[in-house]
């Protein structure tokens, strides 16, 4: 009986995609065709109502009522006409993905026709059952109510199918108290805490701004397999990652997939990927290969946090989606293949005036390395007493796998800002003492600070939160995360350390000139945060120790950063900052407690499953044809040592699995835990290694047991076959 596994191998190999259309692309044409843009809602409001939503979306004013039911026809008509039958609020509950609710624009009329209706009512708010979506308790069963709510800064879209369209209308997702139940409202909130604060320091540098918001844009990397295998590996169906597989000979040693020329598939694959996104509006830029066979990247061009944040959400569902018509799957867990690099997602994030002024943009002018210099302060002194928020923003189960594993950066925070910068950081710091010499002003002021070359020493790939020429880069986020929590901590952090530093410059400024001011705040502030700066290797024990010695937080995996969250001061902060309030930052810490016990949960049963009832009866039936081979021998009288030696080994190691699977049910039956902090961190620290020991034995049999009774895809079909 052939095995199974080797008709998934044909079909994979023998895959060609259905007729697909020609890709000529005619990016202007096409770009933001499924998206009611300003530009075209313009056309199609009355002026008055325009100029209202225009200053909601500038300036984060209220919008007027009446002009929401001007919009709504707007974009119904819009919508119609581009075929849609069907509008959804569209949102992002707390389980890290978006969620939809169709209704149809028909109402039937009284003549027993219908027509399309969609009012302002419609537009700016929903009522979707909400008790399946987690609350962390926000939200008491009896109440299922849910609240979303129009977002009118992220453009509707239209989400095209074989079959017909619908209209897509970003929203908030809220309780009936108003307590955010996603992540797009705390992100909203931190936009205003970050405004607020920049706009109040910009006037000390005697700039006036509409409004000051963060830049967002995330590379994204992911791995594409062909869906052949996919269907035979429960692990990747259930965990979205391989939970057994031996190491290939080959695997990323060669280093000839990095930067190499893109496969025939996956090309035709990208280029229509690449069509939906911009049809959609994301400004998708770059593509390439990425260090591990068959994982590639994506990179867009940088938005608005909040719409950049809701593309990604596009950009990942896009990309799943268009996988499955060239017959792959695109998966983006963290760690999909042990033994070979995992995908991550790199935030690069900055700040700038609505006028396009980038404020961590050196600059050339000794003005603007003022502003510079202060913002970019204020940046590494946010994430230096916050290191625990970032941190914690990255926290999942699949990210453990990943952050510290030699290939991703450590879970120490630390910044890299360059050696440029960091000289001009202890000239600052020194200034004081070295005023005899240099005056201590250096760089403030006076032309002595030299330009800094753009991108700088960009290459240190080890470090958590690098400064890229214009730019931070937060580089330890899981590759299948929102970007959104990252953002907000990072919007809070940096706002609340720009507010600091600006009541500091107004006291300094009495009396003195605002370069004088600003060294002495730069030369205590920088003081303060100096330790999160780390220009060396990340991935060095050198430096877990350095770190320990500069009291640096050091947590390791989900459980021991998720219990940071609800600190004292944490709480205080988002209180502070009106982002989170105290019940919406608890019940954040519930949920993804909750989802790292539910996710290792599921990968437990699923490693147990495979290894009952694929691995055990595979090398059961391999063991009795060896036994048979063993006895023959005996009978013929020949020697038979060589089946003799490779029985006993396979046979010890099933054993061995045996006895791992007995331990496993062993620790689940005695684990007792007084809350869900408690169980988590045992899941960590006593189901893991277990699971560990379950995976070394079948990859040890998978060795050993003949090819054609192995049940499962194996790394080498599934990473070289493309
Ligand atoms: P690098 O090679 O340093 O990663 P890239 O120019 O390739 O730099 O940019 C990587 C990502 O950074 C892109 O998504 C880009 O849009 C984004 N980016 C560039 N400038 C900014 C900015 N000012 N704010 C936010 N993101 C930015
Ligand atoms: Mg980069």
């Given at each position: 009986?052939?095995?199974?596994?080797?008709?998934?191998?044909?079909?994979?190999?023998?895959?060609?995609?259905?007729?697909?259309?020609?890709?000529?692309?005619?990016?202007?044409?096409?770009?933001?065709?499924?998206?009611?843009?300003?530009?075209?809602?313009?056309?199609?409001?009355?002026?008055?109502?325009?100029?209202?939503?225009?200053?909601?979306?500038d300036?984060?004013?209220?919008?007027?009522?009446?002009?929401?039911?001007?919009?709504?026809?707007?974009?119904?008509?819009?919508?119609?006409?581009?075929?849609?039958?069907?509008?959804?609020?569209?949102?992002?509950?707390?389980?890290?993905?978006?969620?939809?609710?169709?209704?149809?624009?028909?109402?039937?009329?009284?003549?027993?026709?219908?027509?399309?209706?969609?009012?302002?009512?419609?537009?700016?708010?929903?009522?979707?059952?909400?008790?399946?979506?987690?609350?962390?308790?926000?939200?008491?069963?009896?109440?299922?109510?849910?609240?979303?709510?129009?977002?009118?800064?992220?453009?509707?879209?239209?989400?095209?199918?074989?079959?017909?369209?619908?209209?897509?209308?970003?929203?908030?997702?809220?309780?009936?108290?108003?307590?955010?139940?996603?992540?797009?409202?705390?992100?909203?909130?931190?936009?205003?805490?970050?405004n607020?604060?920049s706009k109040?320091?910009l006037?000390?540098?005697?700039v006036e701004s509409k409004r000051v918001g963060s830049t967002?844009?995330?590379?994204?990397?992911?791995?594409?397999?062909?869906?052949?295998?996919?269907?035979?590996?429960?692990?990747?169906?259930?965990?979205?990652?391989?939970?057994?597989?031996?190491?290939?000979?080959?695997?990323?040693?060669?280093?000839?997939?990095?930067?190499?020329?893109?496969?025939?598939?996956?090309?035709?694959?990208?280029?229509?990927?690449?069509?939906?996104?911009?049809?959609?509006?994301?400004?998708?830029?770059?593509?390439?290969?990425?260090?591990?066979?068959?994982?590639?990247?994506?990179?867009?061009i940088f938005e608005l946090?909040?719409?950049?944040?809701?593309?990604?959400?596009?950009?990942?569902?896009?990309?799943?989606?268009?996988?499955?018509?060239?017959?792959?799957?695109?998966?983006?867990?963290?760690?999909?293949?042990?033994?070979?690099?995992?995908?991550?997602?790199?935030?690069?994030?900055s700040l700038s005036t609505a006028e396009g002024d980038n404020l961590l943009e050196?600059g050339?002018?000794?003005?603007e390395?003022?502003k510079f210099?202060?913002?970019?302060?204020?940046?590494?002194?946010?994430?230096?007493?916050?290191?625990?928020?970032?941190?914690?923003?990255?926290?999942?189960?699949?990210?453990?796998?990943?952050?510290?594993?030699?290939?991703?950066?450590?879970?120490?925070?630390?910044?890299?800002?360059?050696?440029?910068?960091?000289?001009?950081?202890?000239?600052?710091?020194?200034?004081?003492?070295?005023?005899?010499?240099?005056?201590?002003?250096?760089?403030?002021?006076?032309?002595?600070?030299?330009?800094?070359?753009?991108?700088?020493?960009?290459?240190?790939?080890?470090?958590?939160?690098?400064?890229?020429?214009n730019k931070?880069?937060?580089?330890?986020?899981?590759?299948?995360?929102?970007?959104?929590?990252?953002?907000?901590?990072?919007?809070?952090?940096?706002?609340?350390?720009?507010?600091?530093?600006?009541?500091?410059?107004?006291?300094?400024?009495?009396?003195?000139?605002?370069?004088?001011?600003?060294?002495?705040?730069?030369?205590?502030?920088?003081?303060?945060?100096?330790?999160?700066?780390?220009?060396?290797?990340?991935?060095?024990?050198?430096?877990?120790?350095?770190?320990?010695?500069?009291?640096?937080?050091?947590?390791?995996?989900?459980?021991?950063?998720?219990?940071?969250?609800?600190?004292?001061?944490?709480?205080?902060?988002?209180?502070?900052?009106?982002?989170?309030?105290?019940?919406?930052?608890?019940?954040?810490?519930?949920?993804?407690?909750?989802?790292?016990?539910?996710?290792?949960?599921?990968?437990?049963?699923?490693?147990?499953?495979?290894?009952?009832?694929?691995?055990?009866?595979?090398?059961?039936?391999?063991?009795?044809?060896?036994?048979?081979?063993?006895?023959?021998?005996?009978?013929?009288?020949?020697?038979?040592?060589?089946?003799?030696?490779?029985?006993?080994?396979?046979?010890?190691?099933?054993?061995?699995?045996?006895?791992?699977?007995?331990?496993?049910?062993?620790?689940?039956?005695?684990?007792?835990?007084?809350?869900?902090?408690?169980?988590?961190?045992?899941?960590?620290?006593?189901?893991?290694?277990?699971?560990?020991?379950?995976?070394?034995?079948?990859?040890?049999?998978?060795?050993?047991?003949?090819?054609?009774?192995?049940?499962?895809?194996?790394?080498?079909?599934?990473?070289?076959?493309?």
């Amino acid at each position: 009986k052939a095995i199974q596994r080797y008709d998934n191998l044909a079909a994979a190999r023998n895959f060609r995609p259905g007729k697909t259309e020609k890709s000529t692309m005619d990016i202007p044409e096409i770009f933001g065709q499924n998206t009611l843009t300003l530009d075209k809602l313009e056309e199609r409001l009355p002026k008055s109502a325009w100029k209202d939503l225009q200053r909601t979306i500038d300036e984060g004013q209220t919008l007027n009522i009446d002009v929401a039911d001007a919009v709504a026809l707007a974009m119904k008509d819009w919508a119609t006409e581009k075929g849609a039958t069907h509008y959804t609020h569209w949102f992002q509950p707390l389980t890290g993905s978006t969620a939809e609710k169709h209704d149809s624009f028909i109402t039937p009329n009284q003549g027993g026709g219908a027509m399309a209706v969609f009012s302002g009512k419609d537009l700016i708010q929903g009522e979707p059952d909400a008790s399946s979506f987690p609350s962390g308790g926000l939200r008491p069963t009896f109440e299922a109510r849910g609240y979303t709510a129009w977002d009118p800064t992220s453009p509707a879209f239209i989400v095209e199918n074989q079959k017909g369209t619908y209209l897509c209308i970003p929203t908030a997702f809220a309780s009936w108290k108003g307590e955010a139940l996603d992540h797009k409202t705390p992100l909203l909130r931190s936009n205003d805490a970050l405004n607020k604060a920049s706009k109040e320091a910009l006037k000390l540098f005697g700039v006036e701004s509409k409004r000051v918001g963060s830049t967002v844009g995330c590379e994204q990397e992911y791995f594409l397999i062909d869906q052949e295998f996919v269907y035979r590996r429960p692990d990747i169906l259930t965990s979205g990652r391989t939970l057994v597989g031996a190491k290939p000979p080959r695997g990323q040693e060669l280093d000839d997939h990095y930067f190499g020329s893109i496969p025939e598939r996956v090309l035709s694959f990208m280029l229509d990927a690449e069509k939906e996104l911009y049809k959609l509006g994301v400004p998708v830029k770059t593509r390439h290969n990425e260090v591990a066979p068959s994982q590639y990247e994506l990179a867009p061009i940088f938005e608005l946090a909040n719409v950049a944040a809701d593309h990604q959400q596009l950009t990942m569902m896009i990309l799943k989606k268009i996988a499955k018509k060239y017959g792959l799957e695109c998966l983006m867990h963290e760690k999909p293949f042990d033994g070979l690099n995992g995908s991550g997602k790199h935030l690069n994030w900055s700040l700038s005036t609505a006028e396009g002024d980038n404020l961590l943009e050196p600059g050339e002018s000794p003005h603007e390395n003022m502003k510079f210099l202060f913002f970019f302060t204020a940046v590494l002194l946010g994430v230096y007493r916050h290191q625990d928020l970032l941190r914690i923003s990255v926290a999942h189960a699949g990210n453990d796998h990943r952050l510290g594993a030699n290939e991703a950066p450590p879970a120490i925070i630390s910044s890299f800002i360059g050696e440029q910068l960091a000289d001009i950081v202890e000239q600052l710091i020194n200034g004081g003492a070295k005023s005899s010499k240099q005056g201590g002003l250096l760089g403030l002021g006076t032309p002595v600070l030299p330009d800094l070359p753009k991108h700088a020493g960009d290459r240190n790939r080890t470090s958590p939160f690098a400064f890229t020429g214009n730019k931070f880069e937060f580089r330890a986020l899981g590759s299948n995360q929102s970007p959104s929590f990252p953002i907000v901590v990072l919007n809070t952090v940096i706002a609340e350390a720009i507010e600091d530093m600006t009541e500091d410059l107004k006291k300094a400024k009495k009396g003195d000139s605002i370069e004088k001011a600003l060294a002495s705040v730069l030369r205590a502030r920088l003081n303060e945060c100096k330790p999160v700066i780390f220009n060396g290797d990340g991935y060095s024990d050198d430096w877990q120790k350095e770190a320990k010695k500069r009291g640096l937080l050091n947590l390791k995996t989900t459980p021991d950063a998720i219990p940071y969250l609800t600190k004292k001061e944490n709480v205080k902060l988002f209180k502070k900052y009106k982002v989170l309030n105290e019940k919406e930052v608890h019940s954040r810490k519930e949920i993804w407690t909750d989802q790292y016990i539910t996710t290792r949960t599921i990968e437990v049963d699923t490693i147990e499953s495979i290894a009952k009832t694929m691995i055990y009866p595979a090398t059961v039936r391999y063991i009795g044809e060896l036994a048979k081979a063993v006895e023959k021998a005996d009978a013929l009288g020949l020697d038979n040592s060589g089946s003799k030696t490779m029985l006993t080994k396979v046979n010890n190691e099933l054993n061995k699995l045996g006895a791992a699977l007995d331990t496993l049910a062993d620790v689940q039956a005695k684990m007792k835990y007084k809350d869900s902090s408690e169980h988590a961190v045992k899941v960590e620290s006593e189901v893991l290694p277990v699971m560990k020991d379950i995976r070394d034995s079948i990859d040890f049999l998978e060795r050993y047991v003949a090819d054609d009774y192995w049940p499962l895809p194996v790394y080498r079909e599934m990473l070289f076959i493309k």
